[in-house]
């Protein structure tokens, strides 16, 4: 799993690559928070287009980031997920956080 980072005028964009499990969350929670705690940023975009498969770990990513983003008063979007990762997003619950 390797994550791209961008920044944009107040905004940071993660694009996720690949799996997102037990073993990759705790990479890519380090890279977004390292850059997120750097520019603080209104808006955290994670970018799903490119991610296979997900399990709880990418749950616990987005809720992670999602209260960091709220403690920098800022916002969380989730962009381009897939039908297949909407489904586990879905019954977790994240998305009675915020309509995506």
């Not at 799903?48 to 209260?67: P, T, W």
């Not at 960091?68 to 381009?80: A, F, Q, R, S, V």
Request: aromatic share 4%; net charge positive.
């Amino acid at each position: 799993m390797a994550v791209k980072i961008e920044k944009r005028s107040g905004c940071v964009i993660a694009t996720l690559d690949g799996d997102i499990d037990h073993h990759t969350a705790k990479n890519i929670r380090e890279s977004i928070d390292s850059e997120v705690e750097k520019t603080k940023p209104k808006i955290l975009k994670l970018d799903f287009n490119k991610v296979n498969f997900m399990d709880s770990s990418g749950i616990g990513l987005i809720m992670g980031r999602y209260k960091l983003m709220k403690l920098l008063n800022g916002d969380l979007e989730l962009i381009n997920v897939s039908q297949r990762i909407g489904k586990i997003m879905r019954l977790s619950g994240i998305y009675k956080l915020k309509k995506y």
